[in-house]
């Protein structure tokens, strides 16, 4: 196998599904694919790099979404890329927490397309549906980023496992919608 910056976000990506997000360690992947940790270096700079690239592939739905979908199927459809990747949740929130992230301004950004969509009006400001945007993307993530940390605790522990509050979420998130039809 060719060793490129797609091949190792995809060895990273199986790691993580499989070990969770403390084990994925440059060390680890490069050991995956078999060739020597400097050689990451040449398509990563460093692992807050590979964290990003990871996190663009986990979310890559939702920033490729098109303004017809609804924001709670976009919600929903976030919810869905998060959750398809043990500490999904976690590795996102690893990203976007860096400054200037790409991908925190990629999902503001489909958020802000779908809600622009179905609410703008000369009524809504623009800091309204902003607003709305940052809600919805930091309460869906908060949720699920709970849902597989309490999943995990689980796992470890042999506690018997919480339901995902699914329904709680998506009322959530038409409450939020709810709102900003009525500001």
Not at 12 to 25: K, R, S
Not at 26 to 53: C, F
Not at 80 to 96: F, K
Request: aromatic share 4%.
């Amino acid at each position: 196998m060719q060793l490129s910056r797609g091949s190792i976000v995809a060895a990273a990506l199986d790691i993580l599904d499989n070990y969770g997000f403390p084990d994925m360690t440059m060390r680890r992947v490069a050991s995956h694919l078999n060739v020597a940790p400097g050689a990451l270096y040449w398509h990563v700079a460093n692992k807050q790099e590979l964290i990003t690239a990871i996190a663009e592939e986990i979310v890559s739905d939702v920033h490729h979404s098109d303004a017809s979908v609804s924001p709670i199927q976009l919600s929903e459809l976030f919810r869905t890329c998060l959750l398809r990747h043990r500490d999904g949740a976690e590795i996102v929130t690893a990203s976007m927490s860096q400054p200037n992230s790409v991908v925190h301004s990629q999902v503001l950004d489909s958020f802000l397309r779908s809600i622009s969509a179905q609410f703008h009006s000369r009524e809504t400001t623009d800091m309204d549906l902003q607003s709305s945007a940052y809600g919805l993307v930091h309460l869906t993530l908060g949720s699920v980023l709970i849902e597989q940390s309490s999943k995990q605790y689980a796992a470890d522990t042999g506690q018997e496992e919480t339901a995902p509050k699914i329904e709680l979420s998506r009322r959530s998130v038409e409450l939020l919608l709810e709102g900003l039809r009525h500001s």
